[in-house]
Nanobody, 128 residues
Framework: QLQLVESGGGLVQPGGSLRLSCLMS???????IGWFRQAPGKEREGVSC????????YYADSVKGRFTISRHNAKNMVTLQMNSLQPEDTAVYYC??????????????????????WGRGTQVTVSS
């Protein structure tokens, strides 16, 4: 059973930055990794995804130009650099990995059901 663990969340002022990390118990280089978030009272939504090779990336329109997803396979880690954070970015952030049919390819980030393994999340709060 694969395990994913997120870290790096916290409290930041508007306009600030945070870097989230996702560590995997298995070999992360075999898997695409997606980032998702869930704000209070809202449904979980896709934020970004990176393919296993690290060439293909996807972003939600709401974070394009502000967030950058990267892989560090030697460290078994995927990171999400978040800049220019705004209060509407406040949420619990989760990383997730697909299993089938192609674990190395990002399923669409709007279809959360296509991601099989999930971490427990890390809280990001943007507030002055």
């Amino acid at each position: 059973q694969l395990q994913l663990v997120e870290s790096g969340g916290g409290l930041v002022q508007p306009g600030g930055s945070l870097r989230l990390s996702c560590l995997m118990s298995g070999r992360i280089s075999d898997y695409a990794i997606g980032w998702f978030r869930q704000a209070p009272g809202k449904e979980r939504e896709g934020v970004s995804c990176i393919g296993s090779v690290g060439i293909t990336t996807y972003y939600a329109d709401s974070v394009k130009g502000r967030f950058t997803i990267s892989r560090h396979n030697a460290k078994n880690m995927v990171t999400l650099q978040m800049n220019s954070l705004q209060p509407e970015d406040t949420a619990v952030y989760y990383c997730a990995a697909p299993m089938s049919p192609y674990p190395g390819i990002c399923p669409t980030i709007t279809d959360l059901g296509r991601y099989d393994y999930w971490g427990r999340g890390t809280q990001v709060t943007v507030s002055s």
